[in-house]
């Protein structure tokens, strides 16, 4: 294990570098000065790269020199107004960094759907199905990492509610952006086509809904206490969500897809 970690360590160590010099760090802990100006001279040269730009131009002047004036302006800035022990504006700084690091997160989501589809069409699976596991297991992993580890150091409110704050804004603001972008170019109404593993997710979805209502009502009623029982509840629902989709897929069942405009 110790010579795969270190392969794994070679071949992570570029795009390790990449992100730290593309993603500035306003944290007194974290802060870097040298490694700040880098980032503020290579973020707008990453994000001509993220949106597929590098050929364009702005008048007679090609995108990538704008970048690079840009970058530099920005790093002079940097370099003339902080100091080597402490940021200045490091609401500023941090702010950079997150807006860089969501272009990183949604770089690397599509890397990973792009393999998801593959994978997919090589095995003869389902997209629906790579969806309902692969996709939503790999999704949710690394919120149910962060919610336990803020649970198990006192925080339980703050878990709780991220558990029901997240998935809420993926389905509502995920869902309404992605729409909105996909059929900006589209005619009015535009038309969605729900599969049969789809229409149970839906399906599944307004029970969700329920069982947060359910969940919340319990947790106040409870002095911020839950009965065991809800934990069996809301992972039988999920199983039963599971085993109905796999039937589904299978042939086993037959859910009827439904056509809808939005």
């Given at each position: 294990s110790n010579v795969f970690g270190k392969i794994l360590y070679v071949m992570e160590t570029p795009f390790t570098i990449l992100r730290r010099i593309t993603c500035p760090l306003g944290g007194e802990e974290e802060w870097n000065k040298g490694l700040a100006v880098a980032s503020f001279f290579f973020l707008p040269l990453f994000v001509l790269v993220y949106l597929q730009a590098f050929d364009?131009?702005?008048?007679?002047?090609?995108?990538?020199?704008?970048c690079v004036i840009v970058g530099a302006v920005a790093a002079s800035v940097v370099y003339f107004t902080c100091s080597d022990e402490s940021p200045r504006l490091p609401v500023l700084i941090s702010f950079f960094g997150f807006a860089s690091a969501t272009l990183w997160m949604d770089m690397v989501a599509n890397e990973l759907v792009a393999i998801i589809k593959t994978l997919g069409v090589i095995l003869d699976i389902n997209q629906d199905i790579m969806g309902l596991t692969v996709m939503s297991w790999a999704n949710s992993v690394g919120d149910l990492v962060a919610d336990i580890k803020v649970a198990k150091q006192g925080y339980a409110s703050m878990a709780a509610?991220?558990?029901?704050?997240?998935?809420?804004?993926?389905?509502?603001?995920?869902?309404?952006?992605?729409?909105?972008?996909?059929?900006?170019?589209?005619?009015?109404?535009y038309p969605v086509n729900l599969s049969g593993n789809n229409l149970l997710s839906f399906s599944f979805r307004e029970a969700y809904f329920v069982a947060i209502a359910a969940t919340v009502?319990?947790?106040?009623?409870?002095?911020?206490?839950?009965?065991?029982?809800?934990?069996f509840i809301l992972i039988g629902g999920?199983?039963?969500f599971m085993i109905l989709s796999i039937l589904q897929q299978f042939g086993v069942i037959n859910v009827h897809g439904i056509g809808s405009n939005v």
């Open positions: 364009a131009s702005v008048g007679h002047m090609p995108a990538w020199a704008m509610t991220a558990c029901f704050a997240g998935p809420m804004f993926n389905q509502l603001i995920g869902l309404g952006v992605g729409f909105l972008l996909h059929s900006s170019g589209e005619p009015s109404p009502a319990l947790f106040m009623k409870g002095e911020r206490q839950l009965p065991r029982i809800m934990f999920y199983v039963l």
